[in-house]
C-alpha cells in the first residue's frame, strides 16, 4: 500500500485521509453522499491539515452565507477563527497560529489575486480581502486532483507527471479560459453533493492524461491537467526559473 500524496510504503503509520476534507462539506450535504476518503501515510495527513485549517478559515469567512452551496460554511470558520468550542488544548496553539496567519494575509481588493467567487458586488469599492498564497493554494489543489485520479480512475500521479494548474480569477475574461471549459463541457461530472463539483475527462488519443475541473462552495475555481512530463518544456521551465533569480539578483543589486 503506498500513500497517494508522497507515493512512498505505508507501513504501520496508515491513516485515511478525506480528499475532500471533512469539515469543508456545508450543512446542505444530504446524508448519502459519500465523503471519498484515500490511504494516506501519518505524516502527509498532518501536514495537509494545517494547509486545509488555514484555507478554510481564510475562503471560509468571505463565503456568501446564504448560498446552498456553502450552507453553514461560514459559521463554522469564523467559530475557528475565534476558537469557540476547542476543547482539545493541544490545538489551540495551532489554531493561533493559523489565525496570525490568516490576518497578516489580509489586503486590499486585488482582481488577480482574488477568486472569482469572491469578488465585491458591483458598486462596492476600497473592500478589504483575504488573499490567498499561492502556496497553500498549489498544495491543497494539487491534493485534490490527487485524490480524485485515485479514486475516479484508481491510480496514482507519480514524479514522471506534472499537474498544471488554472485558478479562475476575479480579473479573467471568459476568453481566457474558452478551451478549458469547452473540455469540462464534454466531461463527465461526479456528484459530491452541493458543496463540490467535481468533472473528469481522459484524453482519447493519450489515456495517460486527465483534466479535472473543480468548484467549491460556488466560489473557488479551478482547472487541473495532468499529463507526462516532457523532457523538452522541463529544460524550459527550468530555464526560466533560473532567469527569474537572475533578473531578481540584478535588480536586488543595481538598486
Ligand atoms: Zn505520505
Not at 463565503?63 to 476558537?83: D, H, M, S
Not at 499561492?134 to 507527471?161: A, M
Amino acid at each position: 500500500m503506498k500513500c497517494i500524496y508522497c507515493l512512498k510504503k505505508i507501513k504501520n503509520n496508515r491513516s485515511d485521509d478525506h480528499v475532500f476534507p471533512d469539515a469543508w462539506y456545508p450543512d446542505s450535504t444530504p446524508a448519502n453522499v459519500q465523503r471519498w476518503t484515500v490511504p494516506a501515510c501519518r505524516k502527509c495527513n498532518a501536514k495537509l491539515q494545517v494547509i486545509e485549517d488555514e484555507l478554510f478559515i481564510r475562503w471560509g469567512i468571505c463565503v456568501e452565507p446564504n448560498l446552498e452551496a456553502c450552507r453553514g460554511i461560514e459559521a463554522k470558520a469564523l467559530n475557528r477563527q475565534f476558537f469557540l468550542g476547542v476543547k482539545d488544548p493541544r490545538r489551540f496553539g495551532r489554531k493561533l497560529s493559523t489565525f496570525n496567519n490568516v490576518r497578516s494575509n489580509m489586503g486590499q481588493y486585488d482582481p488577480k489575486r482574488t477568486h472569482k467567487g469572491f469578488a465585491p458586488k458591483e458598486g462596492v469599492r476600497g473592500t478589504l480581502a483575504v488573499l490567498t498564497p499561492n502556496k497553500t493554494r498549489r498544495i491543497f489543489s494539487e491534493k485534490l486532483v490527487r485524490g480524485t485520479e485515485y479514486k475516479l480512475l484508481g491510480r496514482f500521479i507519480p514524479w514522471t507527471k506534472r499537474i498544471n494548474i488554472w485558478y479562475e480569477m476575479a480579473e479573467d475574461t471568459d476568453k481566457d479560459y474558452a478551451f478549458w471549459r469547452d473540455i469540462a463541457s464534454r466531461a463527465k461530472t461526479v456528484s459530491l453533493g452541493p458543496g463540490f463539483a467535481v468533472k473528469c475527462a481522459i484524453n482519447p488519443n493519450y489515456p495517460e492524461q486527465s483534466f479535472y475541473q473543480f468548484e467549491i462552495w460556488g466560489h473557488i475555481k479551478f482547472f487541473a491537467f495532468v499529463h507526462t512530463k516532457s523532457f523538452k518544456r522541463e529544460l524550459l521551465l527550468f530555464w526560466s526559473f533560473i532567469k527569474w533569480h537572475i533578473i531578481n539578483l540584478y535588480k536586488r543589486f543595481r538598486f
